[in-house]
C-alpha cells in the first residue's frame, strides 16, 4: 500500500511537470488568477504568520530538512543498497510533494504576464535613449550625493542599522503603492539569514524562501546595499519571481522611498546596471561618462566590488551556474543575463517621467 502510494506521487510529479508545461502558454491566466488572485491572499497570510518572529523560520525549516536527509541516509544505508527501488520510489515521492508546494506556494509566479506588458512600456531601447537616461541618472546621483554629503571623493556613509533599514522599506513601497495598489507591501517580513556567510561564499546577497515566504538578506553585506537588496526581496514577495523585474521593482521603491540615503541607494543602483550596458554597447561614450561622476559613489561601488573580491572561491562559479540553471528551467530562458533587462524597463518607465 505503501508503495502504491509514493508510485502514485511519483506520477503526479510528471503531471505537474506536464501541466506546468502548458501553462507557461497561459501568461494572463496565471496573472489573473494567481499572481493577481489567490497569490495575494495567500503571501499576505504567510508574512502574518512568519513577519513577527524575529528569526528566519524558513532558514531554521532548511536546517531541520538538511538533518533529516542525513540521518535518513545514514539511518537507510544498508537498505538503500539492498532495496534501490524503494529507495528510488522515496526520492520521487519527497520531490513531488516539494514540487507541488515550491508551485502552488509561490513559483507560478514565473509564469505570469511580463511586467512591461503590465505598464504598457516598450521592451526596447535604443543606444541613444540609453546614453541619455544615464546622463540623467549621473545628473541626479551626483545632486543626491552632494546632499548627503559635501565632498565629492568620499562614499556615502549610512547612518542606520540595518534593522532600521529593514523597518524603513515599507516607505517606498506605500508611495509606490498609489500609483500601482497591488505594490502595497504589508505586512513585511523580512529578516538576515541565518546563513548569511554561505550565502555570501555563494555569491548570493539575498533569497526569498517560497515555502514560508520570508525575504532573506545577506547580513554581511554592504549597508550602502541593503535597501536596494531588501525592496528587490520584497517585489519577489509581492509576486515578481523574474530576477530582472524584481530589480526594477526594488529599484523603484528605494527610489520613491522618503529618505535620501534610499534614493541615493537606489539611484545609484539603476546607473550602475546603465552604465554595465553602455560598457558593452559603446565603450567610448562609456568612458566619457565614467568622469562625470562623483568619485564618492565610484568609491560606493567599489566598496561593494571589494566584499564581493574578498569572498571569492572557487566553488562560486558552481553556485552561480547552477542558479544560472534555476532560473533558464523556471521560464527565464536568458538565466542570470536576464539580469541586464532591468536596464530596459528603467529606460522606457522613466522616458516622460522626472527623475
Known amino acids: 500500500m505503501l508503495k502504491n502510494k509514493k508510485f502514485i506521487l511519483i506520477l503526479f510529479l510528471v503531471l505537474q511537470i506536464i501541466l506546468i508545461s502548458i501553462l507557461k502558454n497561459f501568461p494572463e491566466f496565471v496573472e489573473q488568477f494567481y ?44 537498505r538503500i543498497l539492498k532495496d534501490t527501488l524503494n529507495w528510488i520510489l522515496d526520492i520521487g515521492a519527497t520531490i513531488s510533494i516539494a514540487y507541488f508546494a515550491f508551485h502552488i506556494l509561490w513559483a507560478f509566479n514565473y509564469y505570469r504576464q511580463p511586467l512591461y506588458k503590465s505598464l504598457n512600456i516598450e521592451p526596447e531601447y535604443s543606444i541613444e535613449q540609453l546614453v541619455d537616461f544615464t546622463e540623467r541618472l549621473i545628473k541626479k546621483s551626483n545632486t543626491l550625493h552632494a546632499k548627503l554629503e559635501p565632498n565629492d571623493t568620499l562614499k556615502i556613509v549610512f547612518p542606520y542599522t540595518k534593522a532600521e533599514i529593514f523597518d524603513n522599506i515599507q516607505n517606498g513601497y506605500e508611495k509606490l503603492s498609489e500609483t500601482y495598489p497591488h505594490l502595497n507591501y504589508q505586512p513585511k517580513s523580512i529578516k538576515k539569514s541565518l546563513y548569511s556567510i554561505p550565502l555570501t561564499y555563494m555569491g548570493f546577497s539575498g ?3 517560497p515555502f514560508t515566504n520570508e525575504a532573506q538578506v545577506d547580513g554581511l553585506i554592504p549597508t550602502y546595499k541593503f535597501p536596494t537588496t531588501a525592496c528587490h526581496e520584497a517585489a519577489h514577495q509581492l509576486g515578481y519571481a523574474a530576477e530582472n523585474e524584481a530589480n526594477f521593482i526594488g529599484s523603484l521603491a528605494t527610489i520613491h522611498n522618503d529618505d535620501p540615503y534610499f534614493q541615493y541607494s537606489g539611484y545609484t543602483f539603476a546607473l550602475r546596471y546603465c552604465l554595465a550596458e553602455l560598457f558593452r554597447r559603446d565603450v567610448e561614450t562609456y568612458e566619457t561618462m565614467i568622469p562625470v561622476i562623483n568619485k564618492g559613489i565610484l568609491k560606493n561601488y567599489q566598496e561593494v566590488k571589494a566584499f564581493w573580491m574578498s569572498y571569492e572561491n572557487p566553488l562560486e562559479p558552481i553556485f552561480e551556474k547552477t542558479f544560472d540553471s534555476f532560473l533558464k528551467v523556471n521560464n527565464q530562458s536568458a538565466g542570470m543575463k536576464s539580469y541586464s533587462y532591468v536596464v530596459a524597463l528603467l529606460v522606457n518607465y522613466y522616458k516622460d517621467k522626472e527623475l
Open 35 to 78: 499572481s493577481n488572485g489567490f497569490y495575494v491572499f495567500l503571501s499576505k497570510l504567510m508574512r502574518y504568520v512568519f513577519g513577527w518572529i524575529p528569526f528566519s523560520v524558513g532558514d531554521i525549516l532548511y536546517t531541520l530538512a538538511g538533518i533529516y536527509i542525513i540521518r535518513w541516509l545514514i539511518l537507510n544505508r544498508k
Open 207 to 209: 533569497y526569498l524562501n
